[in-house]
């Protein structure tokens, strides 16, 4: 199969490779797809408290090479948005930046979920995270 | 952390890129080979049917004289030999050809699941048309039970079709015991043969085989090109032509015979025959240095089916936590296959290593090696040092990797399966 240029550069040169600490409230963490279907996608981010503004992204994608790039791109797309700014990117967006064939528009769908399930994480974590500290600051 | 993929390993002198290591799929023709067809594709174009005049003649004197070569290789007599248009054809010819001659002796037919598609969809289609087939498991080497095999065969059995080598894993069935059950059953053996033969000892008298299918371009001759060795003694095998026309391959096959081709599969026939021994113990040298060097460089690696009961050319190795397409396209001068989902159509993993038992992702992982007459060490130490570069950077990208060197029990993860 034909890559675009897009596909192999993002393979090449991967942006955001990393893993952030998972367990630190400002971070939120998506882990999507199965190893038996032949990828897997780790898509973190680091959001801004104040600002809500998502500062880091990182990844790191089991797969084809369209499931790194799209991996990839979504980390690029991410990082300097807000969080709901970021729930606007659509897996067609990432299957027109990349060129990707219609066998492969599953990986764009993965990425998707990635950026979703990483900010559902971090929402998860600090909805949680605000009642208690109203709780403790009404005490 | 900043990674970058792409390889930069320095290409050892002589080595040309890309390096081809797929002989499994096809080879290369033998500068040789091509000679011995040039004056079939050119002055000598004559139809091997054409009995009143010097172009036929010409044309049968040649065809008569590959099938000699052919049967030679395989223990057969020429008469024993009829062409095809390669191994595809030749699997269905066997198979259908058995199954409609017989079909008031029984209907029952025995094969295995890690069969190549010319065999297993064969079968499928014989069973739309009333005929029951028995698919036999593999054990986790990729070998049969002879026990199971003994099992499956009653007395509506008319035809047990097994390879004898993979042509994924390179798997050797045990072709001669099944062969020995087979004929004390009264039961007839066709086994696909195409990888097997030119490469490892393969004589039909010897391995018991009543039907043999051969090809002519996984053994450095042309495509386009195959034949079926039907047994004419003991017993004396009769098979219902597939394809009608002018009677030719004694009412076997009809069609005009590809006389170039035909040619050039004689003479690859007749250099496996000369060189075999030379150069499968060559080919074991190179794919044991590929396997001990990735052995040796990496962790999680396997190998897929039995290292004893294996072709000489064949490695398939899995490099768990690295998908197989990402791999390829990491190493995209080197010409190797994947059993990776991601480079079939159909999306699924290879069926030949789920049948071993291995779990989807480490057929995800797999990468298969096929060494042939024209690799060279160098070629080999190249690719070794390509691949292993290229893992090793997969697998700083690798989540399932990194979660595993942390300890993590990936089979306890809850997946979603999309």
């Known amino acids: ?139 | 952390m900043s990674i970058t993929i792409e390889s930069h390993i320095e290409v050892p002198e002589g080595v040309h890129l890309p390096v081809y290591m797929d002989n499994q799929a096809t080879s290369p023709l033998d500068p040789r080979v091509l000679e011995a067809m040039m004056p079939y594709l050119t002055g000598k174009f004559g139809n091997a049917a054409s009995r009143n005049h010097s172009f036929g003649w010409e044309a049968e004197q040649a065809v008569e004289s590959a099938r000699e070569q052919i049967a030679r290789l395989i223990g057969a007599s020429a008469k024993e030999i009829v062409f095809t248009s390669g191994a595809t054809e030749s699997d269905n010819l066997a198979i259908k050809g058995v199954a409609e001659m017989y079909r008031e002796r029984g209907n029952h037919i025995i094969t295995q699941v890690t069969e190549h598609k010319a065999v297993l969809d064969t079968c499928k289609r014989l069973e739309k048309y009333g005929y029951r087939v028995t698919y036999l498991p593999v054990k986790a080497d990729g070998l049969i039970d002879l026990e199971d095999l003994e099992r499956a065969i009653t007395d509506k059995t008319i035809l047990v079709t097994i390879m004898a080598a993979n042509n994924e894993i390179g798997v050797l069935q045990p072709i001669r015991e099944i062969g020995q059950i087979c004929h004390q059953k009264g039961v007839l053996f066709h086994t696909d043969a195409v990888q097997s033969a030119g490469k490892v000892p393969f004589n039909v008298i010897a391995d018991n085989v009543d039907l043999a299918s051969l090809s002519g371009h996984k053994i450095y001759g042309p495509k386009g090109v195959g034949a079926l060795y039907v047994r004419r003694r003991n017993p004396r095998v009769q098979i219902a032509a597939q394809i009608d026309g002018g009677g030719h391959e004694r009412g076997m096959r009809s069609g005009t015979l590809n006389v170039p081709g035909i040619v050039g599969m004689g003479k690859a026939c007749q250099i496996a025959q000369t060189e075999m021994v030379e150069e499968a113990a060559r080919l074991s040298v190179l794919r044991d240095r590929l396997k001990a060097k990735f052995e040796s460089e990496l962790d999680y690696v396997h190998v897929n089916g039995s290292m004893e009961h294996r072709l000489p050319g064949n490695l398939n190795m899995s490099f768990v936590y690295v998908e197989g397409e990402s791999l390829l396209m990491g190493i995209n001068d080197v010409a190797v296959s994947s059993g990776s989902a991601c480079t079939s159509a159909t999306l699924e993993p290879s069926y030949v290593l789920k049948a071993l038992g291995l779990g989807d992702d480490v057929a995800h992982s797999s990468i298969r090696f096929g060494l042939g007459r024209f690799n060279t060490e160098a070629e080999v130490d190249y690719v070794a040092a390509k691949v292993i570069d290229i893992v090793k950077k997969l697998r700083q990208l690798s989540p399932l990797y990194e979660m595993v060197q942390d300890g993590i029990d990936l089979t306890k993860i809850e997946w979603q399966a999309h």
């Open chain 1, 1 to 139: 199969m034909a890559y675009s240029d897009k596909v192999v550069d993002h393979y090449n040169n991967p942006r955001n490779v990393g893993t952030l600490d998972k367990a630190s409230p400002e971070v939120g963490t998506g882990l999507v797809g199965a190893p038996e279907c032949g990828d897997v996608m780790r898509l973190q981010i680091r959001v801004n408290p104040d600002t809500q503004i998502i500062e880091e992204a990182k990844f790191k994608t089991f797969g084809c090479g369209s499931a790194i790039a799209s991996s990839s791109l979504a980390t690029e797309w991410v990082k300097g948005r807000t969080v709901d700014d970021a729930l606007a990117i659509k897996n067609t967006d990432i299957v027109k930046e990349l060129s990707l064939p219609p066998v492969k528009i599953h990986c764009s769908v993965l990425a998707e979920d990635a950026i979703r399930a990483a900010i559902g994480d971090w929402k998860k974590k600090n909805a949680t995270a605000e009642p208690a500290e109203a709780a403790a600051a009404a005490q």
